[in-house]
């Protein structure tokens, strides 16, 4: 089977060190959710009753869908 759409992000580990940078992938499908993070949906970092808003720094588009 293959997927319509999905959303990875990289690292996947449970700790990162201060002023990473996260990769978020969008798949397919999911190219609207990307392009909508920070606009139309928010991106935050949760851990516990920290809550840290992410900055989308660059958007890259691949040539596959």
Do not use: T, W
């Not at 449970?14 to 990473?20: H, L």
């Not at 499908?29 to 720094?57: C, F, M, R, T, W």
Request: positive net charge; contains cysteine.
């Amino acid at each position: 089977m293959c997927l319509q759409n999905g959303l990875y992000a990289f690292p996947s580990g449970k700790s990162i060190s201060q002023n990473s940078i996260i990769v978020i992938d969008g798949y397919a499908a999911s190219q609207d959710i990307v392009n909508g993070l920070n606009k139309k949906y928010p991106v935050y970092l949760v851990n516990g009753e920290h809550k840290i808003k992410l900055i989308v720094k660059e958007v890259l588009v691949g040539q596959f869908r």
